[in-house]
């Protein structure tokens, strides 16, 4: 079998604003990847500062955290949809299918070129988050989910107890 990779896949705030979460999920059934986990979100500061943590300091990224957390958006739309999808060059196929990060440079077949735009302050409305890399995939997956929240064991597990209680947290 050919190797398996995983990736992130994150339908942002905009998505669910615009409807396009059928649509969009359409479209990513062309990579032929399957879906190990999903689940919504509503996302922290926490979690957004660790996820951007390579954005973190850049002067927007308030700005893309009032985004990212669907903030701007007002309180029905403060949530994002997460993916772990399985696959052979999960990491590619869905980044080719997304597009560029700027919608104006996305080619217009991709979903940020057909569906992205640039709102206030320059933030790149773009619909949807990938994996750039199955290592980036590695620790992206590991900070939005919890072991048993994937259907199969894709990276080492560790026992804790916390509380009495057994449970299962990466290693
Ligand atoms: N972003 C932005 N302006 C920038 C750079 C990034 O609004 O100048 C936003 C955009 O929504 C992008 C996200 O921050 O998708 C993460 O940036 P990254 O460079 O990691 O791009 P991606 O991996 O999403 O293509
Ligand atoms: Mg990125």
Not at 31 to 50: F, N, Q, T, Y
Not at 58 to 69: A, N, R
Not at 74 to 87: L, N, P
Request: glycine share 6%.
């Amino acid at each position: 079998m050919a190797q398996q990779e995983y990736t992130l896949v994150i339908l942002k705030p905009d998505c669910i604003v615009k409807s396009l979460t059928g649509n969009i999920l359409t479209r990513l059934s062309e990579a032929h990847l399957r879906i190990i986990g999903c689940k919504v979100v509503k996302v922290s500061r926490e979690l957004a500062e660790k996820h951007y943590s390579h954005l973190v300091n850049k002067p927007f990224f308030e700005d893309l955290y009032g985004y990212f957390s669907g903030k701007i958006y007002g309180a029905d739309y403060e949530r994002v949809i997460a993916f772990v999808y399985k696959g052979e060059d999960a990491c590619g196929r869905v980044r080719r299918i997304a597009g560029a990060t700027n919608p104006f440079e996305a080619d217009p077949t991709t979903i940020r070129g057909a569906y992205g735009r640039i709102i206030q302050n320059n933030v790149m409305e773009n619909v949807i988050h990938s994996s750039d890399s199955p290592e980036s995939a590695e620790q992206e997956i590991k900070n939005w989910f919890l072991p048993d929240e994937i259907v199969e064991d894709i990276y080492p597990v560790r026992s804790v107890v916390e509380n009495a209680v057994e449970r299962r947290r990466w290693v």
